[in-house]
T-cell receptor, first 113, second 112 residues
Framework: NAGVTQTPKFRVLKTGQSMTLLCAQDMNHEYMYWYRQDPGMGLRLIHY???????AKGEVPDGYNVSRLKKQNFLLGLESAAPSQTSVYFC????????????FGQGTRLTVV | GDSVTQMEGPVTLSEEAFLTINCTYTATGYPSLFWYVQYPGEGLQLLLK?????DKGSNKGFEATYRKETTSFHLEKGSVQVSDSAVYFCALTESGNTPLVFGKGTRLSVIA
């Protein structure tokens, strides 16, 4: 009963380092999303995908790249981490229609020092 | 663009008190409205939703009614429990094919 799984759960990076966050879902959902959660800011959309091989920018895409090579996986990359990217990152997925429920992973807490 | 405004928190209530968390929205069309809940250390999970005007969503004793005339979707519960302590997010999606837009969240603490 996995649902949406994010790896890693915690990570500390030095400024300028790169890393990839992995999101995997086993529900055969078409849509996948990456959000970041910051105190007092709620959740802000970074990038999203409406299907395998597609990606689109959200509200705060700068400094991030994404790929959806397989339907079940959605990767979020940071090419050169900055302290402003310290945040909790959430991946989510939903079926064809967004009027239905979105399922969230448990989050990745990233600290950039 | 679309936006969601929630009341500022934190909200602290005694057990069995009545809860209201205000949510208003701005949208160009006819959005679907949602309340999500985030328990400590977890991701968000859907609490309830309403997809058209005057619909009432309900779950676990929580209710919210889609009010188009006031562009509101206030969350209510008649008697809160300690286990309801969490962060509550109001959200909308415009057409069903656009990503969720979230409010900033309201932290609720219920004390025994």
């Amino acid at each position: 009963n996995a649902g949406v799984t994010q790896t890693p759960k915690f990570r500390v990076l030095k400024t300028g380092q790169s890393m990839t966050l992995l999101c995997a879902q086993d529900m055969n959902h078409e849509y996948m999303y990456w959000y970041r959660q910051d105190p007092g800011m709620g959740l802000r959309l970074i990038h999203y995908s409406v299907g395998e091989g597609t990606t689109a920018k959200g509200e705060v895409p700068d400094g991030y790249n994404v790929s959806r090579l397989k339907k079940q996986n959605f990767l979020l990359g940071l090419e050169s981490a900055a302290p402003s990217q310290t945040s909790v990152y959430f991946c989510a997925s939903s079926p064809h229609n967004m009027n239905t429920e979105a399922f969230f992973g448990q989050g990745t807490r990233l600290t950039v020092v | 663009g679309d936006s969601v405004t929630q009341m500022e928190g934190p909200v602290t209530l005694s057990e069995e008190a009545f809860l209201t968390i205000n949510c208003t929205y701005t949208a160009t069309g006819y959005p679907s409205l949602f309340w999500y809940v985030q328990y400590p250390g977890e991701g968000l999970q859907l609490l309830l939703k309403a997809t058209k005007a005057d619909d009432k969503g309900s779950n676990k004793g929580f209710e919210a009614t889609y009010r188009k005339e006031t562009t509101s979707f206030h969350l209510e519960k008649g008697s809160v429990q300690v286990s309801d302590s969490a962060v509550y997010f109001c959200a909308l999606t415009e057409s069903g094919n656009t990503p969720l837009v979230f409010g900033k969240g309201t932290r609720l603490s219920v004390i025994a």
